[in-house]
């Protein structure tokens, strides 16, 4: 059982800044893959960036500005978002991969203003 909670959301101006976590617990330490997801309205949910032992990646459209990292220590993931747009206001979700099943967090929502 793998449990997985974000937080950092907010409102921000375009432009701005925001950094999201995701403390995961469980046997989260059994993770081959974390990352990060996001869904608009009236869309389908996106990958925005993944982490795993051999490294990171990243959707085109946040390439350059947002950086994914992880703190073992503490089962935490991180998202740190930059110059953000209007465009990236959405749901947040946390995820892992665990021994082949999918974990999610509950969401947390970012909005920018324009």
């Known amino acids: 059982q793998v449990q997985l909670v974000e937080s950092g959301g907010g409102l921000v101006q375009a432009g701005g800044s925001l950094r999201l976590s995701c403390v995961g617990s469980?046997?989260?330490?059994?993770?081959?893959?974390r990352g990060w997801y996001r869904q608009a309205p009236g869309k389908q949910r996106e990958l925005v960036a993944l982490i795993n032992s051999g490294g990171t990646s990243y959707a085109d459209s946040v390439k350059g500005r947002f950086t994914i990292s992880m703190d073992n220590s503490k089962n935490t993931v991180y998202l740190q978002m930059n110059s953000l747009k209007p465009e990236d206001t959405a749901v947040y979700y946390c995820?892992?991969?665990?021994?082949?099943?999918?974990?999610w967090g509950q969401g947390t929502q970012v909005t920018v203003s324009s």
């Open positions: 469980g046997s989260i330490f059994s993770a081959n893959v």
């Open positions: 995820h892992a991969l665990v021994r082949g099943y999918n974990y």
